[in-house]
Nanobody
Framework: QVQLVESGGGLVQAGGSLRLSCAAS????????MGWFRQAPGKEREFVAA????????YYADSVKGRITISRDNAKKTLYLQMNSLKPEDTAVYYC?????????????????WGQGTQVTVSS
């Protein structure tokens, strides 16, 4: 089993920055692909970014490309999401996910483990 705990969310003005962290415990995550998803009120959970197990390949939703960077530190068992130039439409609960056994890194259904989420609110 893997436990994931997100942190770093909060309230920020448009144009500001936040860095989300996802700390993993339990089984090693060093061989797992990991990702970030978000869910705004009344909307479905959507893909934000993903990274392969070694960190050499990253994937981003078109809506965040150029503003958001995903990274990981396997030694610290931590996943990061650096978010810059934030917009009000980025407001959502952000979830960390790990462990893709099959399917696309971009699909929530492909991930085996999930955190509880951290709220990001961007004011205009």
């Amino acid at each position: 089993q893997v436990q994931l705990v997100e942190s770093g969310g909060g309230l920020v003005q448009a144009g500001g920055s936040l860095r989300l962290s996802c700390a993993a415990s339990g089984r090693t995550i060093s061989t797992y692909a990991m990702g970030w998803f978000r869910q705004a009120p009344g909307k479905e959970r959507e893909f934000v970014a993903a990274i392969n197990w070694i960190g050499g390949t990253t994937y981003y939703a078109d809506s965040v490309k150029g503003r958001i960077t995903i990274s990981r530190d396997n030694a610290k068992k931590t996943l990061y999401l650096q978010m810059n130039s934030l917009k009000p439409e980025d407001t959502a609960v952000y979830y960390c996910a790990a462990g893709v056994s099959s399917g696309s890194y971009l699909s929530a259904s492909s991930y085996n483990y999930w955190g509880q989420g951290t709220q990001v609110t961007v004011s205009s």
